[in-house]
């Protein structure tokens, strides 16, 4: 059977879903390719975030097509994803080479699709079309794979976004919101747990407002808390995360749900975009500054010590020196974990693209360093307080850099490395940190596990 070698771009959501996808090709004979060189077929899995990302993968397949000309005429060239969603037949007129150009609603349609292309039966292949029901076809995992994913998997719960945020793509290129079912997330949940999994992420580009339109509030909670209970409640599970939430989903019910729920660990990836009420409102971000340290305040009461990251948009259209103050103001305020800062890149058919006062590039670039510097320093401020403490981290694996270390993680969510061996793999061990690193912590497992 052929070999495929798939590459992606972007968020865990893209991760999951390529993981998925190789899943359903092992099953039906495909062997997966350690290098692309070595493969029959090579998928890339796009990005649309941002131009970047759209332009890294482009660049990519004319190099893959210019290779395979060369050296492997054989070889069946794929776009999956979110770019794929987004410009369709579009991305084949550009370059006739390639082969395939899968949509977002049609993963698990791959394998069907390079039969036909393999056995001769189609030469090109173009799905971008709305499919029913496709939010519940992520639910393949390979776990024999690479060491670290069995221990911790994804779980894909929804699919789509209705917030249209005016700078963001992601509702044009995954569609409206499609949750999962309960008892569908649960059991795949709980299958994982019996092959070995400790900890599950479940994701979605909206989870707080997960299976919203089909489950009412029952007792004051969310479809979404729900759904943490009933995760919670599956034996041999020991760590539940999720992401990405949004702001206006964090009702009572989910702060109670951290004091509530031992397993579900204290750490949250709250986006937050901008400090200024104006510009929140532009964006159509649906809340406040003073909304936002509301709920940064009920959390820290929930589970003092919680991890608190988030992403920010700097550049924005029409956004103000005043603005950006408004935005630096908020993080000393917040004293963020880690921040993800992203400097604003206008997307197709967005209404923030079309937006006057479109912010000059060196001026987007200058809010990016300064952002910057501060989140970094409160962050390394915040890494040094857990010298001499001592944390319960999961064991994930050998580290990929110095395979004598391992590396786990903390109930919020940050890395830890230790002199370890893989009788540690998959234990929930405690360790006391000894020094930092940038953006990791060194610990020492000998003094508190005698
Ligand atoms: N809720 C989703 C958001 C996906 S986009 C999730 O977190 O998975 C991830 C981040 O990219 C957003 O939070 C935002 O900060 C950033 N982003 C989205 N569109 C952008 C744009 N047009 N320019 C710059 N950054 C953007
Ligand atoms: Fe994008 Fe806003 Fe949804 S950032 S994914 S439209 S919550």
Do not use: W
């Not at 064991?395 to 919020?412: D, F, I, L, Q, W």
Request: hydrophobic share 35%; with cysteine.
């Amino acid at each position: 059977m052929p070999s495929v070698f798939i590459k992606t771009y972007g968020c865990q959501m893209n991760e999951r879903d390529s993981e998925a996808v190789a899943a359903q090709l092992v099953a039906k004979g495909y062997s997966l390719a350690k290098t692309e060189s070595a493969a029959d077929v090579i998928l890339l899995n796009t990005c649309s975030v941002r131009d970047l990302a759209e332009q890294k993968a482009m660049n990519k397949m004319k190099n893959l097509v210019g290779t395979a000309k060369k050296d492997r005429p054989n070889q069946i060239l794929g776009y999956m994803g979110c770019m794929a969603q987004s410009r369709g037949k579009e991305l084949i007129e550009k370059l006739p080479d390639v082969d395939l150009v899968i949509g977002t609603q049609k993963f698990h349609r791959t394998a069907d699709y390079l039969d036909e292309i393999l056995s001769g039966k189609r030469e090109k292949i173009v799905d971008v079309a709305a499919e029913e029901k496709s939010e519940a076809t992520i639910r393949e995992h390979l776990l024999n794979g690479s060491a670290k994913t069995s221990v911790s998997a994804f779980v894909s719960i929804m699919q789509g976004c209705n917030q249209y945020c005016t700078f963001c793509i992601v509702p044009y290129t995954r569609g409206e919101e499609r949750s999962r079912t309960i008892p569908d997330i649960v059991n795949e949940c709980r299958e994982l747990v019996a092959r070995g999994v400790r900890e599950i992420t479940l994701l979605g580009q909206i989870v707080t407002s997960f299976g919203k339109r089909d489950l009412p509030a029952l007792d004051g909670k969310s479809a979404f808390v729900q759904l943490l209970d009933a995760v919670h409640e599956i034996e041999g599970l020991e760590r539940i995360r999720f992401t990405s939430p949004h702001p206006k989903g964090y009702g009572d019910d989910l702060a109670e749900a951290y004091a509530r729920l031992p397993k579900l660990c204290e750490s949250a990836h709250i986006p937050l975009q901008s400090g200024s009420d104006r510009l929140l409102k532009l964006m159509h971000r649906g809340y406040t500054r003073e909304r936002f340290l509301t709920i940064i305040k009920k959390l820290r009461a929930a589970k003092p010590g919680i991890g608190i990251t988030t992403d920010i948009i700097v550049g924005f259209p029409g956004e103000t020196e005043e603005d950006f103050e408004q935005t630096l103001s908020l993080c000393r305020e917040v004293e963020f974990d880690n921040a993800y800062i992203f400097k604003y890149s206008p997307r197709r058919d967005t209404p923030a693209a079309d937006m006057p006062d479109q912010v000059p590039q060196e001026i987007r670039e200058e809010r990016n360093h300064r952002l910057l510097d501060l989140i970094n320093e409160i962050a390394a401020r915040k890494y040094d307080d857990f010298i001499g403490r001592q944390v319960q981290i999961l064991v994930e694996g050998p580290s990929k850099k110095n395979a004598a270390r391992y590396t786990g993680r903390t109930r919020c969510n940050r890395i830890v490395l230790f002199d370890g061996s893989s009788r540690h793999q998959g234990q929930l061990m405690d360790v006391k940190i000894e020094r930092t690193g940038s953006f990791t912590l060194y610990g020492d497992p000998a003094v508190v596990n005698l």
